[in-house]
């Protein structure tokens, strides 16, 4: 079965670095689209980053210039570099997958929220102090 086991999170102060991955099983990885986002309880879901079948990426404004996602095919792991963190980055992050996000509605073609993607992890906890 499909299964997303993300590691790399822990307690960092502001400024600092971490580095978040994701190993996958379960399913042809190379042929997935894969992204990150985050949680604070009470809140809704964020959408962090996304990174697709051919490399290419997609961030949110909040965290773009900091953030870096990146995925080793050979690997089945996907990444997310974590830079100048802010206490605002405190949530719980969370890896998910999605062999195809693109549907069609009205006669456009959409594409769900990473939020939305089929597959996720069970989270890591960053901590960001300032």
């Known amino acids: 079965q499909v299964q997303l086991v993300e590691s790399g999170g822990g307690s960092v102060q502001s400024g600092g670095s971490l580095r978040l991955s994701c190993t996958a099983s379960g399913f042809p990885y190379s042929l997935y689209y894969m992204g990150w986002f985050r949680q604070v309880p009470g809140k809704e879901r964020e959408g962090v980053a996304t990174?697709?079948?051919?490399?290419?990426?997609k961030y949110a404004d909040s965290v773009k210039d900091r953030f870096t996602i990146s995925r080793d095919n050979a690997k089945n792991t996907q990444y997310l570099q974590m830079n100048r963190l802010e206490p605002e980055d405190t949530a719980m992050y969370y890896c998910?997958?999605?062999?195809?996000?693109?549907?069609?509605?009205?006669?456009?073609?959409?594409?769900?929220?990473?939020?939305?993607?089929?597959?996720r992890g069970q989270g890591t906890q960053v901590t960001v102090s300032s």
């Open positions: 998910a997958a999605d062999r195809s996000p693109y549907f069609y509605r009205g006669g456009l073609k959409l594409r769900k929220d990473v939020t939305d993607f089929d597959y």
């Open positions: 990174i697709d079948r051919d490399g290419s990426t």
